[in-house]
């Protein structure tokens, strides 16, 4: 059974604010529980209300998103935070991570993408956009930014390692099949064990853990 998540939201865009209530109305397993329209006043809501989740976009008047993350990491260590972006914002999306965040959405997400990047994050793990582009999972992997520090040594089959590679070539399920003379289903079933593994979501969680323990050089 769920446990209702509480989530703050912070934008200086009024029409999105009333856009995301619209993706939680009636939510069983999330509820808003504040908004804010910049850092500053997210750092005062997050006092009060006391979130589960805040979700802030990146850039805000008066102090952005990832001043307020980091602020909000370093007196609220339990809260997690999911940036906000739009496109083209690759830089700013790695800052943000490294100075706190848990994961990240473009704005124009879906109400399932937005409810498993809350439960991802809220359960302690990195959520990446299922739209994470080739330049932004490179810039991710390559920066300072590491959820897998503290993790346990994991262990990788031959044929999970096969896998992997050719997920970092952007193949597909069905092609890695054809490559590897293998049922689709069985290729499934790998990438599933492969993302348990490393606590991934999606293809762009697994391929930047790839890229970051050298599983892969590409």
Do not use: W
Not at 65 to 78: M, S
Not at 125 to 132: E, F, G, H, K, L
Not at 167 to 177: G, L, R, V, Y
């Amino acid at each position: 059974m769920y446990t209702r998540i509480r989530i703050a939201i912070a934008d200086d865009h009024e029409i999105f604010r009333e856009g995301f209530k619209l993706l939680l109305r009636d939510q069983t397993e999330a509820q808003l529980v504040g908004e804010a329209e910049n850092g500053r006043e997210l750092l005062q809501l997050v006092e009060t209300a006391k979130p589960d989740v805040v979700i802030a976009d990146i850039k805000m008047p008066v102090m952005d998103g990832v001043d307020a993350c980091r602020a909000i990491k370093k007196k609220f260590p339990d809260v997690q935070v999911i940036a906000l972006s739009m496109f083209n914002e690759d830089s700013l999306i790695v800052d943000m991570l490294e100075a706190g965040a848990k994961g990240y959405l473009l704005k124009n997400t879906n109400k399932p993408e937005l409810l498993t990047a809350v439960r991802t994050v809220y359960e302690g793990r990195t959520y990446y956009c299922s739209a994470t582009s080739d330049k932004l999972t490179r810039m991710i992997a390559e920066s300072k930014f590491n959820p897998y520090r503290n993790q346990p040594i994991v262990r990788f089959t031959p044929r999970e390692l096969d896998i992997i590679k050719l997920m970092c070539q952007q193949f597909t399920s069905k092609e890695i099949a054809s490559k590897l003379d293998l049922s689709i289903r069985t290729v499934e079933s790998h990438r599933e064990k492969i993302q348990e593994k490393t606590g991934s979501k999606n293809a762009i969680g697994i391929v930047i853990y790839a890229i970051k323990h050298e599983l892969v050089v590409l």
